[in-house]
């Protein structure tokens, strides 16, 4: 008397291939987010140095701006997704979910600052060294969106976790928007109601960022979903 053989799980189990030594070009990943991560840091450290020097670092203003938040983010997701590149064959759902996340702040933060504010008039505060702002809006957004396009390992994400993406970015908004209300003190012109186009024209633009953020999100998610309906479809029927 014999009985059917369990269905074995899914040939790109996440945990199976947790397991398995990551492949050269893995590795290579995983140095080149490590460098790219210490480049982020070392561009934020500049920016600080700089404006220390000329007497024109503000911390409270420094560290609100979303730019440098999600960038110190950035530095803490590539330096730890590099490290699990060297010793994983694939990453975790979790570090995929927050790198979706972090993507999709480095986009948005290179778009709304070359589309909205690389051409704003000086408002005579202190300009300092161009190279980190450049790093901090246009390459290092461009390298992270590279490594999500190519870097092997990465496991299909749910679609509901586009949802995950819009916590940070909500929460920053709130604190923005009260800090700016009670200080008058605004970290970017486009969330300013004392603009022309007053409140009508802040919420316009909250809604594109926001509409943005889900569709690179959504992207992203569509990206690490590529080819798994074969994948599966070519898994033998065991049961």
């Not at 140095?49 to 000329?54: F, M």
């Not at 010793?87 to 995929?96: G, H, S, V």
């Amino acid at each position: 008397m014999s009985s059917a053989a369990p269905a074995e799980a899914p040939i790109d189990s996440l945990t199976s291939r947790q397991t398995d030594r990551p492949t050269p070009v893995r590795r290579t990943v995983g140095v080149l987010r490590i460098l790219l991560a210490l480049v982020v840091l070392a561009a934020i450290v500049t920016q600080i140095s700089d404006e220390l020097l000329h007497d024109a670092f503000d911390p409270a203003a420094y560290f609100g701006y979303f730019t440098i938040q999600s960038s110190l983010m950035n530095v803490v997701v590539l330096a730890v997704g590099g490290v699990l590149a060297l010793r994983l064959a694939a990453e975790p759902e979790l570090l995929a979910r927050v790198r979706m996340s972090t993507l999709s702040y480095a986009v948005i933060t290179g778009v709304v600052y070359n589309l909205l504010l690389r051409n704003l008039p000086a408002d005579g505060s202190y300009v300092g060294i161009s190279w980190p702002n450049e790093v901090l809006h246009v390459w290092a957004p461009a390298l992270i969106l590279l490594d999500w396009l190519l870097a092997p390992g990465r496991p299909a994400l749910a679609w509901k976790r586009i949802w995950f993406a819009l916590i940070y970015p909500l929460t920053w908004l709130a604190y923005a928007l009260l800090r700016g209300t009670f200080t008058d003190w605004w970290t970017y012109p486009f969330l300013n109601p004392g603009e022309p186009g007053g409140w009508p024209s802040v919420l316009l633009y909250i809604l594109v960022i926001a509409a943005v953020i889900i569709g690179i999100s959504a992207g992203a998610i569509g990206l690490s979903r590529l080819g798994r309906a074969e994948r599966t479809r070519l898994a033998p029927d065991l049961a």
